[in-house]
Each structure stands twice: as C-alpha cells, then as structure tokens.
C-alpha cells in the first residue's frame, strides 16, 4: 500500500474536500481524484460518500482512517530508528504528560538530556491520562507521564520522583479570611467540577466517604485548564492535583488543600512488548533512573 496515497486519503479526510485536499498537496484534483478510487479497489469497499461540495467518511472509511494514520505512525517511527548511526543520537522522542507538577520535572531532565544529546528533539503533548494511553497504545506517544492511580495491566511503568497535593480551586471572595484548608466534609458539600476519569473518581468518592451519585457535581472536564474558567464563573469548585493549577492559575482564584492532606505520585509508562528507538529508550533510562543519564 503506497504512503503517498494513504497521506492523500488521511488529508482528504481531514479538509473534506478534494479541491482543498489538492491545493495542500500540490496534486492535481484529476489525480487525487484517481489515487481515492484505486485506493478504494485496493481496499475493495467504499470509503467516502461524494456530494457536489463535501466528502464524508462512510462506515468503512472511518476505520480505515484510523488504521492509516497508525500505518504512517509506525512508518515515521522506521524512520527515525533506521536514521540511526552509530553514538549519534537524534530524533523525535514524543512524550505525553498529564497537566501537573511532573511537568517542571519533566523540564528539568529534559534540559539535562538535550545538553548531552543536542540533536534529540521534543514533542510534548498534553492531555488527561485516559487519552494518553489510547496515543500511547496507537503507537503516537512513545512514553507517558501520567498522575496516579493508572491501570497497568498494558504497560511497563516507573515512579518518578513528583507529588501532588489534592485540594479545591474557589474564588477567593468565596472564602473566608485566614482559611487555610477544606475538610473533606466541606468538600462533598460544595458544587463539584470533576476529572472525568472514573479510576480517579471512584478514588475520591472513597477518600470523601461517600458515593459518587450523592456529590453535587457541576461539571466533568478532561483538563483542568479549560474547568478553570468554570470556576471563575461560578460555576462550581474544582477538585484538582495541586500542580494542575499552579502551572495554569488564573487571578482571582486560590487552590486549597484538603485536610486530612491526600498526594497523588507520578509514574512514566511505555507499552509492554514494544521497543523505542535508540533516543526514546536513553530517555526512559532517565526517567527510571531518576536522572542519571546512560553513556553514548
């Protein structure tokens, strides 16, 4: 199967519209036109329904969507562990890392890293955990560092040496003078904006003692940059790793810690039964050994 084709059928895709498609490729739309239908021979099914203005995906084409855009994951990752030579190291490691204090760790190895490898390239991509682990386990992300607690069953995981502490973020003119904490009582009283994962959830209707149903939530999110706004609406408080704001903070809101105090750790994941090109594994020896960088 020709990876200039499937690039053409993911761009398609992606702008809806062959004429479009065409001028971002540089292709004629005769041509793209004629790469999409033999495309669709090779794969012996429809892949998009045609109108006069707009394509669209068909059931089918969906799913082969999603199976190019892993076709040419895995073809850039050949690449650039075939790109290789010798003790030069270079490349894309890419990292995906929950909004938290593990970031400024994150930073600071990284910063380590590129001093001894200067031709060894970042991409850091953002997100909760749960949509970290599906780019991981698609072969998108070559390692994740993501908050605790993490279902590991898939994945090869190590501690990194970064904790958060749990609390809520209000508006100040919401709370008194001289406070300093919420008890958990406090907590399960207030209107709720909650992370959206439901290993973190069950955790913390566990520790509040009381059942997630019964918690007056206002809102889930999936990053707690975006729920910050919320907040500063009004719309309720949000229950978050300390970190998560302290990197993201907005004026007029304050993060107190609950009492009795809970800390969530970090740990940095990779897919079991996968190797990582050379500078995507000198990375993950970083990490596990908590900064001490393996020799060239």
């Known amino acids: 199967m020709d990876l200039r084709v499937l690039r053409s059928f993911i761009t398609i895709c992606k702008l809806g519209n062959i004429t479009r498609a065409s001028e971002a490729l540089f292709i004629s739309q005769p041509a793209l036109t ?18 006069t203005r707009n394509l669209t995906l068909t059931e ?54 590129t001093r001894d490898y200067p031709h060894v ?21 070559d390692i994740c560092v993501l908050l605790e ?4 069953a898939k994945y090869i995981q190590t ?14 003119i919401d709370i008194s003078e001289g406070k300093t904490h919420f008890t958990y009582e406090e907590v399960s009283q207030l209107p709720l904006i909650l992370p959206r994962r439901y290993i973190v959830l069950d955790e913390i209707a566990s520790w509040l003692h009381v ?10 999110h999936n990053l707690p940059s975006n729920a ?6 009004g719309f309720g408080s ?43 594994e000198f990375v993950w020896d970083m990490l596990k050994n908590s900064g001490n960088l393996p020799s060239a």
């Open 121 to 141: 390239c970042f991409e850091i991509y953002s997100a909760d955990s749960d949509d970290l682990k599906r780019s991981l386990d698609e072969n998108k992300l």
């Open 34 to 51: 004629r790469q999409l239908q033999e495309l669709e021979e090779e794969v012996g099914t429809k892949l998009l329904n045609r109108s």
């Open 228 to 233: 910050l706004s919320m907040v500063t609406a």
């Open 211 to 220: 059942p997630e149903k019964k918690l007056k939530v206002a809102a889930y």
């Open 159 to 172: 501690p990194i040496p970064s904790r958060d502490r749990w609390g809520l973020v209000v508006r100040e």
């Open 60 to 113: 089918s084409g969906y799913l082969f969507l999603h199976r190019a855009e892993e076709i040419l994951a895995l073809a850039n990752q050949a690449k650039r562990e075939l790109s290789e030579k010798g003790d030069f190291l270079r490349g894309i490691v890419r990292i995906g890392v929950v909004e938290s204090s593990a970031m400024d760790f994150l930073t600071e190895k990284i910063g380590e890293f």
């Open 238 to 280: 949000l229950l978050c790793v300390e970190g998560s704001f302290i990197n993201r903070g907005k004026p007029g809101l304050k993060f107190l810690p609950v009492k009795p105090e809970r800390a969530a750790g970090h740990v940095a994941v990779r897919k079991k039964n996968r190797s990582l090109f050379k500078a995507a």
């Open 149 to 152: 607690p993490v279902e590991s």
